[in-house]
């Protein structure tokens, strides 16, 4: 069984920094894609920034410029924050979609909070 466990939330001022990292556990099959997501009370989980190996990194327009998508290796994922806005406050979940013998399937991680507050 895959599971995706994030690390690195928190309480930060508002123009602080935050690393979060996200390791994969179980077996690994072929990344079709591999990012972050947030969500806060109340409304859908949305795209924060996706790797599509090989092909293409995507970020939020509202986080281009402030934060980073990098991996390490194929288990080891970060997302480097920084300028955080108090409307960066949310729950932050890793997110992959692996190709398991031609299956697509989607995996989430449990969610680490983020809180940007004086």
């Known amino acids: 069984q895959l599971r995706l466990v994030e690390s690195g939330g928190g309480l930060v001022q508002p123009g602080g920094s935050l690393r979060l990292s996200c390791v994969v556990h179980g077996d690994i099959y072929t990344f079709l894609e591999i990012g972050w997501y947030r969500q806060t009370p109340g409304n859908q989980r949305e795209l924060v920034a996706t790797?599509?190996?090989?092909?293409?990194t995507k970020y939020a327009e509202s986080v281009k410029g402030r934060f980073a998508i990098s991996r390490d290796n194929q288990r080891t994922m970060h997302l480097q924050m920084n300028s955080l806005k108090p409307e960066d406050t949310a729950k932050y979940y890793c997110?992959?979609?692996?190709?398991?013998?031609?299956?697509?399937?989607?995996?989430w991680g449990q969610g680490t909070p983020v809180t940007v507050s004086s």
């Open positions: 997110f992959a979609r692996m190709d398991r013998l031609g299956v697509s399937q989607d995996y």
């Open positions: 790797i599509i190996p090989a092909r293409d």
